[in-house]
Every structure is written in C-alpha cells, then in structure tokens.
DNA sequence: GCTTGACAAATTGTTCAACAATTGACCAAT
DNA sequence: ATTGGTCAATTGTTGAACAATTTGTCAAGC
C-alpha cells in the first residue's frame, strides 16, 4: 500500500526490512543490552502489523541479537561473561585457522585488506568509533574468508554481531586509545600474513584477540551489577 | 509457584512443536530432498494456523533444513556437492580441535563416550540403520563437547542435521559395512583418546571424516542428476 | 512482617478471514 | 521459436479477535 513511486527492486520482505532496521538501532546501541521490545509498539513503530513484527523479531532472535522468553516477550541480548568467552574461543578457532588457510593464496586478497588497513588510521583519528568498530569488523571478516566457506564465514559474522552487543557498552573514553593500537596490530597482522609469515602471525592475532577478550569481559562483568542495582 | 513435579513438559510453543515433528519427518528421509512444503496443506495437516505453521518453516529454514524462495514457497533443502564439502571443512575445524582440548579432561568425559560406542556395536548387526545414524552422531557431539564451548556445540549440531539431509539418500545395500566400519574406527578414536594420543587420534579422525566425505560427496553429486532428468 | 490467594491489567500466543503481490503455466499471436 | 497476455495457485501482509500466561496489586490470614 505504501511507497507510491519509486523503482521497488526491493526484493526484500517487510520482516526482513523491520528486522535490519531494529538490527542496525541494536547494533548502533540506540537500544542497550536489556530494552524490551514489545510487539504491538513495534509494529506500529515500523507501520507494519504485528505479525510481521513477529516474524522480524524472530530472525533476530535466530542471530543472537535479542533474547525470547514464552509470554514474557523479547528483549535486546544481554551478553554474561560467559558468552563473551564463549565467542572469542569460536573466534580463535576461526581466526587462527584462517591465518594457516591463507599460505599461498593469490595476492589479490592480501592487497584487500592492506587497502582496508589504510582506510582505518584516518577514520581512528576522527574518533568516528562507530565506523572504527566496523572497519575492524570487516577486517576480521576478510580474515576468516581465507578458509573459503560459507558457513564460517557466516559463523563469524552473527558471532561479531553479538559481541557488538558488548562493544556498545565500551564508553568513549578508552575508545580513543583502543582505536589506535588496534590499527597498529591490524596492519602487523596483515603485513606478515602477506610476507606469508603465517607462525608469526598467529602468534600476534592471538595476543590481540586475547587482550580483546579481557578487555570486553570487564565490561560486561560490570554492566549487570549495574542494572541490578538500578533495579532494586 | 506451580506444581512441581512436571506434569506439563508442554514448555513448547505450537510452532516449536510443528517444527520437531517436521524436522522429525525430514531427518528420518520421509520428506526426500526438494520435497514442496506448502503453508496451508502443511498447516491442516498439523491442525494448527497458517501463521504459526509459518514461524514453524521460518526456524527450519534458519537451521538449514528447508529452503526458501519468496513467493515460491518452501522445499526440503537439497544439499549440493559444494554444501558437503564445506560441512566437512566445518567437522574437520571443530573435531580435529575437539581432539586437542580433550587432553586433561576428566575421565567420566571418556568413559561416557566408551559406554556410546559399546552400545553402536549390537545395533549396527541389527541393521537399524537410522539407529545406527542416530548413534553416529551422538558421538560426534560428544567429542565437540570436549571443546566446552556452548556456541560449537551448537554448530555441531545443526550441521550434523544439515548432513544427515544427504544421509538419507545413503541406500541400504551398502549401509551394512558403512556401519561396521564406523563402529571400528569410532572405537579406535575412543581409545586413543582415553589413553592421551591425542596426535595419533587427531590422524585416524581425519581419515575417518575425509573418507565419509567421499563417500558422501558421490552421493548427492548423483543424485541431483535424477531430479533434473526428471524434471525436464 | 511475611506469606497467601484472588483479582485485574498487560502482553504474548494463536487463530481466522481477507486482500495484495508474485510466480508459473497455459495459450494465443506474430 | 519467441513474445505477450491472461489465469489460477501460492505466498506476503494485514487487521481483528480470542486464549493463555505473566505480572502487579491488594486485602486477608498466620
């Protein structure tokens, strides 16, 4: 009924549209770690019926994103300690192994991410996090394409949206220094994985993804005492 | 609160339900690969509402189970010889690391995967071949839970289902020395593991998933063949 | 004080009936 | 053989209704 004009190569559903637009507020962390989302509101929210507001908040329930309780309605994920954990052991697993798949693979690939290495010094010093966030996202994303499948590749992907669930919580303050040695390590990691230092390279990935690691599960460790505080 | 033995284990919505059974019929080879699942006939024969059949196709086609064409409707996924190839990748990833982190693990963990593969043994000379499935897989799972990580297990899981879409096109005559062999080696998996060769059994589990690979891969490399002839 | 139970309100779970949008097939015309 | 146009079937989406369940409130009872 909506949308008029307009060349509708749309060749998405309303749900799926509903569901990447309250994707994006989630991962943008507009809607913190907690925030119910109800139905009805929704729905007229994104002027669409409830159903299919249904349907929407189920896609993002399948990719971790919001959390689902019978009767008690849907809510944004709220990450525990554990989760956290829990994601850097896949992303180990994927990462490294993407470091070794990677020997010999033609140079084109390694220019890609050199390219997108160099993208992310300027946007740190304009202390754009959000976009530092996702640059450093497609870096690990390029990585893990090395190991050629699909379903890892999809694998690492809901898992980073998950913990974006977390870095949302990171306040602006540590964000400034965070950015900068990230770059720093990112364009290490590329550099040997193009001189085809893969040892080397692991070795490093690991320590980053370790620091990552510790630094996220403080802050996760902290937000829920928080709340529950807040609650009572 | 409520009565506390469980009497109700209901627990589950509608559409879960639907879901099971229909997973059910898909796993057990009674909805063949590319079988039409339409709404409304799927949804009388469950006797429930077209809606709730459809959230029930939803978290089947998440699972990748069914397939999913707008305004086409839904069909039992077919799995293609690339598909196969990149589960495979996806086991050897996950077992091969189940493998290393099993080293130190309690020994309840190792004697319950003893215990499995006693019971594989009367049950492949029974010649219950979806039993014997069954079983498979369940060792399988054990194994990634060495691994301790929720996320994996899960992975496991759904792509263990994924595989078994290709499984029921196994036919039986060869079924019978398949399962001899799979109790044999799992066996020797079990055994390397419990005594520490880790090493060792990291190189029998390879041999063992990449000539199920083979054998699988021929499969359904065949079988799409037929639907085409078939269908033109 | 603290539980207990009844009750009301709100939200989700599910059903139903309708209509819009898209697909695929069938058929005619060039 | 290709094009183009109906037509039926199926999915996509809507809106309204009702059932089931959770939650909060409040009074009664120990």
Redesign the pocket.
Known sequence: ?SDPQGL?IDRK???DQAAGALREQILQGQLRPGTPL???SLASVFG?????M?EALRLLVYEGLVQHS?????AVMTLTEGDVADIYGVRRLLELAAVNASRGAPIAEFERMGKLVEEMGPSSLARDWPRAVELDMRFHQYLVEFLKSERMSNLLQTTLAELRLALVLVDGADSDDAAATQVAEHRTIADLLARGRQGECAEVLLRHLNAAEAKLRAVVAVQPDASVVAGI
Chains 1, 2 share one sequence.
């Open positions: 009924m509708r559903s309303t749900s109800q139905e009805v669409i019926s409830r159903n299919t249904r019978p009767h008690r309605g849907a």
